[in-house]
């Protein structure tokens, strides 16, 4: 098993024990639920603008096929490799299962930064991915869907790169693609819509009242931008924000829809007008809301010690480490953590919704797709948080474990001898 390696598919490696010792799972069955059904590495050679040829390395990883086709976004970031990728498909089949999705999880990504690249590469780049994963994938196989430094148009490509391939338009391929080009009303938003809601339920446990809360969000792409939004239009005030170029922070409160627009405008925050403040203090400023929207492990130990939020809200994927839960549980859980797998479910449910929709071509309006989506995450919050007070674990504890135990049923109903 030594292709899956690196500090995050460690942490998916750290979590599952914890979560199959708290469900006592069989020593025997533990590495088949673990370890990834298909891993590919691919080679994506472009030409660049400047005339040189370029050679991209890319991955794709299918967890597990028990539960239907796998499904996961695809990632275009410097970090991409192998065990990152794999890390992430894991938690995509426990966020699925937690989901009640009929998915296992996938995960996939290009190692390359890119805001180096001009339109031009990266079209031809998101082409020559789908290309070379086209004996691997397909509407009843692996979907793909949009993640970190990918967006609806490369999933417009990557459709229209299979479907040159079929001789016909087969929109079912991938999730997340423009309303235009056979995509959902909804998709676009609807991480950040998830992440909203959620909050908002944890604020009513606690009896926050929104308009007295305050957040600060930790990315300021797809999902931490929608997110700041719409938890501005439930009267929450966002005091800090950042991006890869900027950090600003202001207790007064940030005017977060003219952030949306700079960006917008500028690709980034970069230049946006108000006082620069340190990254590294943003996420330990005291605030009711706490929204981390960037990469894996931005929280370890350290960083668990010193949070003053009251509501870890976790837009990205992995934010946390398995030594900074240790720090949280220490605590005494006085902060209330919405895991990953369930706080930023929403897209992957609505790229069910989108997939449901292309295969059966017959489109359902915003209203419905933003109704049918709360219906799953109150469900899904629900579970989580009556399993933790039963039992007396964390809520991390808690959605792994149902999403686990699901995806272990259904192996063991499947025959334990195939
Ligand atoms: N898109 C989706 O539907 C889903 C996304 N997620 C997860 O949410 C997270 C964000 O994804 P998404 O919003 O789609 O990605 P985007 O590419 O749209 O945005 C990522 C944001 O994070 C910023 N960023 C990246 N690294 C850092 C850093 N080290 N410090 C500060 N800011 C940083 C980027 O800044 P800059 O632009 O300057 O590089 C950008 O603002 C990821 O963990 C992803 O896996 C989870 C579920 C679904
Ligand atoms: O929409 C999807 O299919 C997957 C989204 C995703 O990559 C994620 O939830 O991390």
Redesign the pocket.
Known sequence: MTIFQGPVFDMARKQFTTIADYLEIDESDRERLLYPKRAVAISCPIHLDDGRTAVFQGYRVQHHLTLGPTKG?T???KSVDMGEVAA?AVWMSW?CALAGLPYGGAKGGITVD??ALSLREMEALSRRYMQELIPFVGPHVDVM???????EQVMAWFMDTYSMYQGRTVSEIVT?KPVQSGGTEG?RE???LGVAHLTARAMSELAIDPSRATAII?????????TAFELLRRGVKIIGV??????FFDRNGLNVEAMVNH?GRH????GFEADEFD?VDLLIQPCDILI?????R?IDADVARGLKCRILAE?????TTPEADAVLEDRGKDIFVIP?ILC?????IV?YFEWVQDLQQFFWGYDEVVSRLNQILDKSFHDVVERAKRDGISHRTAAMGIGVNRVRLAKKKRGLFP
């Open positions: 976004g990632r275009f970031a992430l966020k890119p805001s869907a949009p993640d970190m430094g990918t967006n997340g998709r609807a991480t950040g930790q990315g300021f792409g797809n999902v931490g931008s929608v950042s991006d890869h170029t900027s950090c960006v690709g980034s925050l970069r990254p981390p929207a960037t990469m894996e931005v837009g990205a994927n992995g934010p990953d930023n479910a929403g897209g992957v790229s």
